[in-house]
């Protein structure tokens, strides 16, 4: 099973070369993406499999020596994040297949796509993997610098202008994680994730703490935790269709994947109720600040950019308690944001091609001429407001007993927010329907852009487009199918990373050397 | 001592230009931000309060720390890349407006 942890990021990174040298051939480099991206989520499938039945695994790339060379480590949070991400590269890698050559592409040098796009997948399952805190900013560069070049694709007027605030965000943020990783190494002396429990619980209290406020800063930034969330909704929205769904689903997940690391492995050991205190105002400020923000919107993706920045609150309303239940539940709470923010930004991607524009002012009833979209659009929309059976009903119901079980003033005030959050989500998500699909006046556009009627537009929708939608659609939906086992595992998932014990000795570092001696034997490549 | 003034001063000009309107002074600005944080990862080294890094190094004489040294080379090889993205954006940007100031609200 070991021997699979590098194909995770191998696989992506070879695929990438591969496309890039068949620049010229745009139906072989579709073919090599799939296939690529599919071999991913077979590996993380795998990972989870083998992370769920034998307890965590690690591998020590090129041979050196556990607490040298640089370790990936698959734990059921690893890998049950990996899945979910790589199930969503694929679909939407599936999605721009579809919209092919004839999507928004007068400007944009396509050829270029799929080995950022791969790049980019690379660098997810990179932060995902790692075993150690250098890597992880690694894993985070790779994605990041491949998020710039998908974002500005194009380098239409509205792309570099969102483009330069989002890259600049993601300097301070990057240069924030380098200062901590450095602050940390002068304080412990290593950035294993294995050794660092230890020695960081070792430290004065004041040190710690310090260390910790400034990575939970740096996460919080490429989290999109208010209030560093101001970047968000302007950059996001102005992204091609399938380059705005896969950032929506994956980037900010990747940032509270980090803080969940940071919370639970890594300072685990060191206690300051002002942190947590902090991590809880973040938490309720997040929610409600988000979706306040998207009632305000007019705009169908500047909307979604809002409830996608709420409904990070949800997660950190998780960390923040930072019981196992709570841990758990959040988990949960992840996956499933994965996938519905990324459902709702390819309907959205799909409502764009065919009624051509996103302006709430605009569309209107589209729900005759495009049945299919206005229900594709509606189950995950009400999977994301949490009405029930919906799996983002089970996940704050998750959310709100382990708020309530925990008690205490702090507890509470987290389940209010989250109470209000999905009323107020409800709201908005259902005024965007509404004004979308269901109210009686046509969309008007305007004529110099689109001569055509949105009703015969939308009867021109590729229907690869829409089936790889549905097939993300579907998939949010069947997690309530699911949600029993899922739950289940999202608990051992956040029980995994509790467990400092059997982390370090699985990772193995200076202080803790592998029990069996492993690491030495596997001849990985090196990471990028 | 030495270093920890340096590292100071290229955050204190790098931040001020950061903060100017002009974005070509921001990218400058990142690059001196950038050499700044580098200077102190590489300030973090040090083989006294752990053992070496690599077996084999015992008796051979005074060793640098060699892990911040790869970190820093990594982050200078992104700096550079991220640098020569933000330039390339600059440049489009220009192309697009022939302005550089980062008016509204970009």
Do not use: C
């Amino acid at each position: 099973m070991r021997v699979l942890l590098p194909l995770a990021v191998l696989l992506p990174v070879l695929g990438a070369a591969l496309t890039l040298a068949l620049g010229s051939h745009p139906v072989a480099q579709r073919w090599v993406s799939v296939a690529a991206l599919s071999g991913v989520t077979a590996t993380a499938a795998a990972l989870l499999f083998g992370a769920a039945t034998d307890g965590p695994q690690s591998v020590v790339l090129g041979a050196w020596p556990a607490g040298v060379g640089i370790s990936l480590v698959a734990d059921r949070l690893s890998a049950l994040m990996l899945l979910t991400s790589s199930v969503v590269t694929l679909s939407v890698m599936l999605f721009s297949v579809g919209q092919g050559s004839t999507g928004d592409t007068e400007r944009t040098p396509v050829s270029i796509y799929h080995p950022t796009f791969l790049t980019l997948s690379a660098g997810v399952s990179i932060a995902f993997l790692a075993g150690d805190l250098f890597n992880l900013y690694v894993g985070f560069e790779v994605l990041l610098v491949s998020s710039y070049v998908l974002l500005t694709l194009g380098g239409t007027a509205a792309r570099v202008r969102a483009g330069m605030t989002y890259v600049v965000v993601s300097i301070v943020s990057s240069l924030l994680f380098l200062t901590g990783l450095g602050l940390v190494y002068a304080a412990t002396g290593t950035v294993s994730m294995a050794d660092l429990p230890g020695r960081l619980s070792g430290l004065p209290l004041a040190v710690a703490v310090g260390l910790q406020l400034v990575l939970l800063l740096a996460f919080g930034l490429k989290a999109a935790a208010f209030p560093l969330s101001g970047w968000l909704p302007d950059s996001y929205p102005t992204a091609a269709a399938p380059v705005a769904a896969v950032f929506a689903g994956l980037l900010t997940k990747v940032g509270v994947y980090a803080i969940f690391r940071t919370q639970t492995v890594l300072f685990g050991g060191v206690e300051s109720a002002a942190v947590t205190t902090g991590l809880v105002v973040v938490a309720i400020m997040t929610m409600l600040v988000g979706i306040l923000g998207a009632i305000a919107q007019n705009d169908l993706k500047r909307l979604m950019s809002f409830t996608l920045v709420s409904h990070i609150g949800y997660m950190l309303f998780g960390v923040a308690l930072g019981t196992v239940e709570a841990l758990g539940a959040a988990v949960f709470y992840a996956v499933h944001h994965i996938l519905v923010q990324t459902a709702l930004f390819l309907v959205v991607g799909l409502v764009e091609r065919a009624a051509g524009t996103t302006s709430l002012r605009r569309l209107g009833g589209l729900g005759g001429a495009a049945p299919g979209i206005a229900l594709l659009f509606l189950l995950p929309a009400l999977n994301l407001a949490g009405i029930p059976p919906f799996s983002g009903f089970i996940g704050k119901l998750a959310l709100l007993r382990a708020g309530a079980e925990e008690g205490g003033f702090a507890a509470w005030a987290l389940v209010v927010a989250g109470v209000v959050t999905s009323l107020l989500t409800l709201y908005a998500i259902s005024r965007a329907w509404a004004a979308t699909f269901w109210s009686g006046r046509a969309t008007r556009l305007d004529p110099e852009v689109s001569p055509e009627t949105a009703a015969a537009r939308a009867h021109r929708v590729p229907p690869a487009m829409v089936a790889a939608a549905t097939g993300v659609v579907v998939v949010v939906t069947a997690l309530t199918l699911v949600a029993g086992p899922l739950l289940d595992l999202a608990d051992g998932a956040a029980a995994d990373t509790l467990d400092v014990q059997q982390y370090s000795s699985v990772v193995g570092g200076l202080d803790t050397p592998p029990a069996d001696g492993s690491g030495g034997t596997d001849s990985g490549e090196k990471a990028p | 001592m030495t270093t920890a003034v340096v590292v100071a001063l290229l955050v204190a000009t790098g931040t001020w230009l950061v903060l100017r309107r002009g974005l070509l002074r921001v990218v400058v600005g990142f690059v001196l931000l950038g050499h700044g944080v580098n200077l102190l990862v590489l300030t973090a080294g040090g083989t006294d309060r752990r053992g070496f890094a690599l077996p084999g190094q015992q008796g051979q004489g005074p060793v640098a720390d060699p892990l911040p040294q790869a970190f820093v080379l990594t982050a200078v090889v992104i700096a550079f890349a991220v640098t020569v993205h933000l330039l390339g954006l600059l440049r489009q940007g220009q192309a697009l407006d022939e302005d550089d100031d980062a008016e509204g609200p970009a």
